[in-house]
């Protein structure tokens, strides 16, 4: 099913209702979602198709796989990784991650191509049109629409028509750019190594961090016999152009860990640096930012692409709402966006910023608070429950009004199977017809749901992301 309507007068005028520009995770899940919702979605990436995304992330976390598990993905991905129950950090800090009230109480260590082709799989079954090698070249709106100019592989000009457009297309943002917004901040670190390898000895910890005055590694398990290393050497700072081989991340890891665990055959290592940035608005108009051309901070915790998909899952049930016509007021609903998001993103820079910088802590008294702060979050349960919130996702609302819910056994089944609709969920006592509050957002159709304990005689409305209305 192709979701484009092609003018009758020229084939490179397309129309749609939602131009999501950025076929990684972001772009995908909310392109799926709207798909799903009715909507005719095109995606537009600049990636030739069939080239590999091999990029840096790795960890899908408990919120997020509770998104997924509410499109009936969550068991697709699972299938692919490694769960982890126990985070040990810098030899003192250690974090039950099985104590999370989740049906996820783990990290699950995944490649991210693996996300992307269950995302992908879904998208495509939905009808959305994917154009690789496909580039966007500038945008312009109007009160009625967006107008996209791109480039097909061919060179080939296309304009394309859409009510929103959506830049899912990275930390280099094309949209970013093309609104003039900026992107302010500074690289939280430089020279970092990566690789994807086979080790001759196990770690004894499934997921290993460790740090030396001079260096720090990361080690976690694919699942296949496959391992990701990052690492960082302060004595060697060099350009991210420069060539990085095994022999590096080998020394690297002996830095940090005091040995590098028989470690051969990588199949894929690179450098970078990361940054800390983030945009001041995440709306203008009819264009929207979410993933990395929204933000992006240092790859500690693991939250990048996890905060990208939760962009995506907030966002795309709003402007479902929004091309049906059924909200009471579109453009608060819409502009909820920028007040739920942008504060999760700066949280996010705040706390990877954190554990990046405890890691390259340097000398005996850094490394000596570094240690008091890691025995601080693991023996005291508030601090430790804060900490496990944060990084998990499952910690963060979006106000007092907006919290998350569980996945709630109800009459009907599990919640998070009944938001697999894209609708609300109203749970209530039974035999009880609550009206629906009056409010800009109220929704105009619910999926009705009971409580399966007779006792309970409150009235709970769940939005389609999962949290309280």
Do not use: C
């Amino acid at each position: 099913m192709n979701h484009l309507d092609t003018t009758a007068h020229d084939a490179n005028v397309l129309d749609t209702d939602v131009l999501v520009i950025g076929a990684g995770p972001t772009g995908m899940l909310l392109a799926g979602d709207l798909a799903a919702a009715g909507h005719r979605v095109t995606v537009l990436e600049r990636r030739p198709q069939g080239i590999s995304n091999m990029t840096r992330a790795f960890a899908v976390h408990a919120r997020t796989l509770e998104q997924l598990d509410a499109r009936g993905l969550a068991d697709d991905i699972v299938a692919t990784g490694t769960p982890i129950t126990q985070l040990r950090l810098f030899g003192s800090l250690s974090l039950d991650l099985a104590r999370l009230r989740s049906r996820f109480p783990y990290l699950l260590v995944t490649p991210q191509y693996e996300v992307e082709r269950v995302l992908d799989r879904r998208a495509q079954s939905a009808g959305v049109d994917i154009r690789y090698g496909t580039e966007l070249r500038g945008l312009g709106q109007d009160s009625d629409r967006v107008t996209a100019e791109a480039t097909d592989p061919d060179g080939t000009p296309l304009t394309l028509h859409a009510r929103y457009l959506v830049g899912t297309d990275g930390h280099r943002s094309a949209v970013r750019t093309a609104l003039g917004l900026p992107f302010p901040g500074a690289a939280a670190i430089r020279s970092l190594v990566l690789a994807d390898v086979r080790l001759t000895e196990k770690p004894e910890e499934l997921l290993s961090v460790a740090g030396a005055d001079d260096a720090f590694a990361f080690i976690a398990p694919f699942g296949d016999g496959w391992y990701r290393v990052m690492g960082w050497n302060r004595t060697r700072q060099v350009p991210d152009s420069e060539p990085v081989d095994l022999d590096e991340v080998r020394e690297i890891t002996r830095l940090a860990f005091g040995t590098d665990y028989g470690m051969h055959d990588a199949r894929w290592i690179s450098r970078f640096h990361s940054d800390e940035r983030q945009a001041p608005r995440y709306r203008v108009g009819r264009v929207f930012l979410a993933g990395d051309a929204a933000h992006v901070h240092s790859p500690a915790g693991g939250q990048g692409m996890n905060t990208g998909l939760q962009d995506a899952a907030n966002l795309s049930w709003k402007l479902a709402a929004a091309l049906r016509g059924d909200a009471p007021d579109a453009e608060a609903l819409l502009d909820s966006y920028q007040a739920e998001r942008h504060p999760v993103g700066a949280t996010v820079l705040r706390s990877s910023g954190a554990i990046i910088r405890l890691a390259m802590a340097r000398g005996p008294l850094l490394r000596t608070a570094r240690t008091l702060a890691a025995q601080l979050i693991s023996k005291v349960p508030p601090a430790s429950a804060k900490a496990m919130g944060m990084i998990s996702g499952l910690g963060i609302d979006y106000g007092r009004a907006h919290r998350r819910v569980p996945d709630l056994a109800l009459r009907e089944g599990r919640l998070y199977e009944l938001l697999r609709a894209g609708e609300f969920v109203l749970i209530a006592p039974e035999g009880a017809t609550p009206e629906l509050p009056a409010a800009p957002t109220t929704p105009a159709r619910v999926v009705r749901a009971t409580w399966t304990d007779p006792t309970r005689t409150t009235t709970l409305l769940v939005r389609p992301d999962g949290y309280t209305h």
